[in-house]
């Protein structure tokens, strides 16, 4: 059973840095795709970027290109999430999310994920 567990998050000023990270445990296969979503109180979890394991691929939405970086280690089974330019539109809980195969396509909806892990919450202050 695939498990991922996040790390990373914490209170944070307008204007910081944040870099989340998301172990993954119990891997039975070569190739995942890496998702990260958050979930601000009282949104639907909304999509932020996808990594193919190889690191070869990623998809980002449009909000956060440019300030949102994912990238993989996967010699050590970890996927980051850097994040820029914090803004108290930032904070929610961060999800990480991983699903089976080769990448092709966007990866952009949560139904394409079959693991979740707890998420990590993030504070962004004024």
């Known amino acids: 059973q695939v498990q991922l567990v996040e790390s990373g998050g914490g209170l944070v000023q307008a204007g910081g840095s944040l870099r989340l990270s998301c172990a993954i445990s119990?891997?039975?296969?070569?190739?995942?795709?890496m998702g990260w979503f958050r979930q601000a109180p009282g949104k639907d979890r909304a999509f932020l970027a996808a990594?193919?394991?190889?690191?070869?691929?990623?998809t980002y939405a449009g909000a956060v290109k440019g300030r949102f970086t994912i990238s993989i280690d996967n010699t050590k089974n970890t996927v980051f999430l850097q994040i820029n330019s914090l803004k108290t539109d930032d904070t929610a809980v961060y999800h990480c999310a991983a699903t089976a195969g080769t990448y092709s396509g966007t990866y952009v909806r949560t139904e394409q994920y079959n693991y979740w892990g707890q998420g990590t919450q993030v504070t962004v202050s004024s």
């Open positions: 119990g891997r039975t296969l070569s190739n995942y795709v």
């Open positions: 990594i193919a394991w190889n690191g070869g691929s990623t």
